[in-house]
């Protein structure tokens, strides 16, 4: 018997804003496991301080499509050291491309009630349930280091000078040493992964509260525009991607609603990402 596509029980949205600088460095993916049973996304930040940034931050992207299709199996069966064997491809194929290529990357596995995810670099993912904030990915910052000796409080982090000083990257000679976890999702839980671009200027808040009232899909292209207009003429790259577990997931699927959200689907899925 056929499983239910449980892709479909995340509304979602993406959207990326280049902001004053020449070239959009910042990538995005959202990808179904072949049998739409799982999904994984993730946010790529190309830094901006080394040559072939975009690079790096497409064959981020590349890697993890590639991956999803060949390795879902590993995924399902122990998906923080699936994660892990990602990430290690992910910095090999950006040394293959570019002596010069960096990313950042955070990236979230979902799959059976269950959310796994990996980072390495300032690209977040944040985790809310009933507007709390129940987790942030720790940066591997200069300012994050700053803040945990207790030198700075979490909102002086974003315009601190030492922002954009990161000890861990994808690509280069050091072996990626990427964080890793996961949570129980909830119904009507919401998770956002971005690049600094959107939490140097975008409150945690104003996170929830825009995807909330607009939805996904609005909130996300919203927020990434009001980054970009609050950074101002130096602002940097902004990409955000927003999902939101259906608060009735729950329900029966003959229930109102139900049939109506499972037949709209996603059908612009393929064409968002990056």
């Given at each position: 018997m056929r499983q239910p596509d449980k892709t479909r029980l995340w509304d979602r949205g993406a959207a990326s804003e280049l902001g004053?600088?020449?070239?959009?460095q910042d990538r995005w993916g959202i990808f179904p496991a072949p049998d739409q049973n799982g999904l994984l996304v993730l946010v790529a930040d190309g830094m901006g301080g080394h040559r072939d940034g975009a690079l790096g931050a497409q064959v981020v992207i590349d890697t993890a499509r590639s991956y999803l299709q060949s390795s879902v199996a590993q995924l399902r069966t122990n998906p923080l050291a699936?994660?892990?064997?990602?990430?290690?491809q992910m910095h090999d194929a950006i040394n293959s491309r570019s002596e010069n290529a960096?990313?950042?990357v955070v990236m979230v596995w979902i799959d059976d009630g269950q959310a796994h995810w990996l980072n390495v670099g300032d690209s977040r993912l944040y985790h809310f349930r009933r507007g709390r904030r129940l987790m942030r990915t720790r940066d591997h910052s200069a300012v994050q280091l700053l803040m945990d000796m207790g030198e700075i409080n979490e909102s002086e982090m974003a315009t601190h000078p030492a922002q954009n000083r990161l000890y861990?990257?994808?690509?280069?000679?050091?072996v990626p040493k990427p964080d890793?976890?996961?949570?129980?999702?909830?119904?009507?839980?919401l998770l956002a992964l971005c690049s600094d671009g959107v939490w140097e200027h975008i409150a945690e808040s104003d996170i929830w509260s825009a995807a909330l009232d607009n939805g996904p899909a609005i909130a996300a292209k919203t927020l990434t525009e009001q980054a970009v207009q609050r950074g101002g003429a130096t602002a940097d790259n902004a990409t955000l991607l927003l999902l939101r577990a259906d608060p009735d997931a729950g329900a029966a699927s003959d229930q109102p609603g139900w049939k109506k959200r499972l037949a709209a689907g996603f059908t612009a899925l393929f064409n968002r990402d990056r």
């Open positions: 004053g600088r020449n070239e959009q699936a994660l892990d064997q990602l990430c290690q960096r990313s950042t861990r990257c994808l690509g280069g000679e050091e890793t976890g996961g949570f129980t999702i909830q119904p009507g839980d």
